[in-house]
């Protein structure tokens, strides 16, 4: 299972990236795939996720209201459309998947076994 996540890079405070997800490996066709990002000093933190089957979504409160996550399941990608960032979004962003649910109201439920290789965001004031 391979897991690529694209999509960052130095961004001005305001702008709107997006990063992509695009899962390939598995045949898996109910799965979860979350959002999670590290920034400088601190530790991972789940952001976002979505569910390939039932469509559930969740984004953290850090984040809601400025991210969309989306998929196209045909081709087992995962988008997180990123808006009005912030200096405090400056972080390396992760995908993730299997053995994961992703619970409307909660967040994440379990500890994925696959991890994308991440990617830098670094925003600008």
């Known amino acids: 299972v391979q897991l690529q996540a694209y999509g960052g890079g130095l961004v001005q405070a305001g702008g709107s990236p997006r990063l992509s997800c695009a899962a390939s490996g598995f045949t898996d066709d109910d799965y979860a795939i979350g959002w999670f990002r590290q920034a400088p000093g601190k530790e991972r933190e789940g952001i976002s996720c979505i569910g390939s089957s039932d469509g559930n979504t969740w984004d953290a409160d850090s984040v809601k209201g400025r991210f969309t996550v989306g998929s196209d399941n045909t081709e087992k990608t995962v988008y997180l459309q990123m808006n009005s960032l912030k200096p405090e979004d400056t972080a390396v962003y992760f995908c993730?998947?299997?053995?994961?649910?992703?619970?409307?109201?909660?967040?994440?439920?379990?500890?994925?076994?696959?991890w994308g290789q991440g990617t830098l965001v670094t925003v600008s004031s």
């Open positions: 993730a998947t299997h053995r994961i649910l992703c619970v409307p109201g909660s967040g994440v439920r379990g500890t994925p076994g696959y």
